[in-house]
């Protein structure tokens, strides 16, 4: 054998002992030789002797939609072996993968900051069941526990939104990357909440906005901590549903009425902002005067009207009519209008009587009639009071104790 052909032997053992160093998750380099009819990328393996084929998904972790533009024949690059494919007697070839690469840089910088203990910015692609599925240049999950600190029941209303996430287990061989948001706005909450503890006082009075409403009262952001309102401050009309008068994200004024600095809870009030309505009662309901009331509740012993938002007033069932009566729901119902006489209004008490009777004709037997009206408004002064500011006295009327007789 010459020595020329001893020489071709040995530069093809030598390539085909390269071919066999070309093994699954290498990063090899290589060029672009050409683009096949599936606008595929052809690659020459540097050093092999052997091409790859990189497939359009493996292009890039976002879809490419034009190829030809953004590669060019020669262009040189590094790719991932993910699996042999072709005729082994052939040499075969190599499926390769530039995505991979990307994806295996985002994990590398991904478990440095994982070890740092740093937060994430990611997107979020979808709600399913169980949590939300985010874009972190890889693909991440926030369990449904883990999303905020609060029970949230429709996940798709994160769509779209950008979160601050810490890292909570990463194992990129297995593509597995599980984030907390919740820690994120825990961790947020607490700063928060010290800085806007340190500033505020009681009696202090803030914007906020309304971050979510539960039956008993809504939850207000001061900035970064939420204090609540509770139902019976939201106004001095009374409030059934937070839901039926305040919306989410609306913007309020309200007053710290009290704070727990060690538990970082915060009460507020949005009535005590406004005008209290009792300041005015006397000069939108004097003593004497005709007003039109509507009827809110009804009880045993009679019913309670408003006057003005904010102020009822109460018919004593002696009051309803010089008529007998024997329940107030048998004459009055709730939500209907009527015309009623100030008997006595005490806005320091806020107490008002009112009386349907009073402006009734008198009928021809009413003996006795004045003598009952000023024992019914006449209070016992020791009893206890019962809501509204009225006693047990005006609740129960002497001028009935008089008709018993």
Known sequence: MSESDEQTNKDLLEALDSVDQVNINDVVEGEILAFDKDHQLIIGIDNAGVEGVVPRRELSAQPVEDVESKFKVGDKGKFVVISRIGDDKEGGSFLLSIRRLEERKVWDELKAKAENNETINVTVQNAVRGGLVVNAGVRGFIPASMITNHFVRNLSQYNGQEFECKIVEIVPEKNRLVLSHSDVVAKNQEEARSEVMGKLNVGDVVEGKVARMTDF???????????????????????????????????????????????????????QTQAQPWDEIEEKAPQGSTVKVTIKRIVDFGAFAEVIPGVEGLIHISQISHKHVNTPSDVLKVGETVDAKVLDVNPSEHRLALSLRALEPEPENAQGSNEQVEATDNATENAPEEENGFTLGDIVGKGLDEDNQ
């Not at 809504?218 to 001095?236: K, M, R, T, W």
């Open 217 to 271: 009262g809504a939850f207000v952001d001061l900035g970064g901590i939420d204090g609540l309102v509770h139902v019976s401050e939201i106004s001095y009309d009374r409030v059934n549903k937070p839901a039926d008068v305040l919306e989410n994200g609306q913007d309020v004024k309200v007053k710290v009425i009290a704070m727990d600095e060690e538990r970082g809870r915060i009460s507020l009030s949005i009535k």
